[in-house]
C-alpha cells in the first residue's frame, strides 16, 4: 500500500507556463484524503511552502532539487553546500555568457539561463574537479551539488518517516525527476513527461500536465494502491 505520493511541481500539476491546473488542484485534493503529499521540486523554499500551504499537502517537502528539506511546521535542512554551485558558476561564466535568475531566494543551488550546451558545459565541471552539475527542468537550468538531488533528499524523508520503497509513489515530467523515480516503489509519469522519464515509468498517462496527473490518481485508485 502506498503511503506517501511525492509529487513534482512544475509540468505536473502546472501547464508549460507554469500555470497550477484547476484539474490538478482537485486530483491533490482527492489524494490529501487518501496518503501523504509530498511536494518534491526544483523551486525554491518559500514557494514550495506557498504550494504545500494552498494545497493542504505534508509541510514536511524538498525544494531546490534537493537542497533544502523543510521538515514539518519546523524547521528547515540545508543538505548542499552553496558554496559549490557559486564556484561552479563562477567558473562556467569564465566561458560562457551565463546569467543567474531568482537568486535572490534561492538557498542551495543556482538557477542560470539556458543558452549554452549542457553536456560540454557538465564535462568543463569534471575537468574543473568542481563536484557540480547541470540539471535541465524543462523550465530552468539548475547548478547543483552533485552529492543531492530529488531522490537523496527523498530517501532521508523516507527515513525520518519510515516509510519503505514500497510505501512511496513519485510522479513526475523531468529529467530532474529520475532520481527520485528510482527510490519510489511505484513511478507515474504525466504525457508531457521527457522520454527518460517515461522509459523508467511503471505508468505513463496518455493526458499532458494537470489532467495526466489526474489520471494517474485515479489508477493509483482504482488499482487499490491508496
Ligand atoms: O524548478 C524547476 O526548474 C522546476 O520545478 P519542478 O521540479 O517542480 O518541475
Ligand atoms: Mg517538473
Redesign the pocket.
Known sequence: MIRAVAI?????ITDDKRLLSPVAVEAVSRLNALTEVILV???VHCFSRAVAVLLGTSKTFIAENGGVVSWGEGDMELLSDPAICQEAYRSLKEVYPVKKKDSRYRITDLVVEAGFDLEEAASLLERWKIPADLVD?G??V?IKDRMVNKGTALTKVMERLGLSREEVAAVG??K?DLPMFRVAGFRASVGNAVSELKEESDYVSDQDFGPGFSDIVDFMAREDMI
Do not use: E, Y
Request: hydrophobic share 20%; glycine share 14%; net charge negative.
Open positions: 513534482d511541481i512544475d509540468g505536473t521540486t526544483g523551486n527542468s523550465f530552468a539548475h515530467d523531468s530532474s
